[in-house]
């Protein structure tokens, strides 16, 4: 997965007439969540659904390339962020890319280990429930933890 949005940046979608916009670069942004708040998005590729809506139903096809977001799981499920967040998430991007995912259980050593991975584990859940009702395409990489016996 981490290739895979390397490799984008690698693309280069030019016509043979040169036209710069159609070059397919990471970007940033600043994506409105509501009640005046923003998240940024620190990688991000092609038209967000919300400008592909924006531009006049005359524009060429070359205009209306699906959108990619990539992040990670501690930026997503270790900060505060609730379902208005995951659903601006859903709303604007067709594929969203997750990286570093662990692995999540219900039995940590301590309290408040447990109570941590519960908190990441329910906004874990609550991102995909967005996500499938936004009919988003959805890439995980996972992180295999090595055992303390190994």
Do not use: W
Not at 60 to 68: G, H, I, V, W, Y
Not at 95 to 117: F, Y
């Amino acid at each position: 997965i981490a290739e895979l949005a390397e490799n984008l940046s690698d693309m280069d979608y030019n016509d043979k007439d040169g036209n710069d916009d159609t070059v397919l670069l990471p970007r940033s942004m600043e994506l409105p969540v509501g009640l005046k708040r923003t998240m940024s998005v620190h990688q991000m590729y092609g038209t967000t659904r919300t400008e592909r809506n924006k531009k006049n139903d005359n524009d060429n096809d070359k205009q209306k390339r699906l959108a990619m977001a990539c992040f990670s799981f501690e930026e997503l499920c270790n900060a505060d962020r609730g379902a208005m967040d995951f659903r601006a998430i859903a709303r604007n991007f067709d594929i969203v890319v997750i990286r570093n995912v662990p692995r999540m259980s219900g039995t940590a050593a301590g309290e408040n280990e447990h109570n941590h991975d519960h908190n990441r584990a329910r906004r874990f859940i609550t991102l995909m429930d967005e996500l499938y009702e936004a009919k988003c395409a959805l890439l995980l990489e996972c992180r295999q933890e090595s055992s303390k016996d190994e």
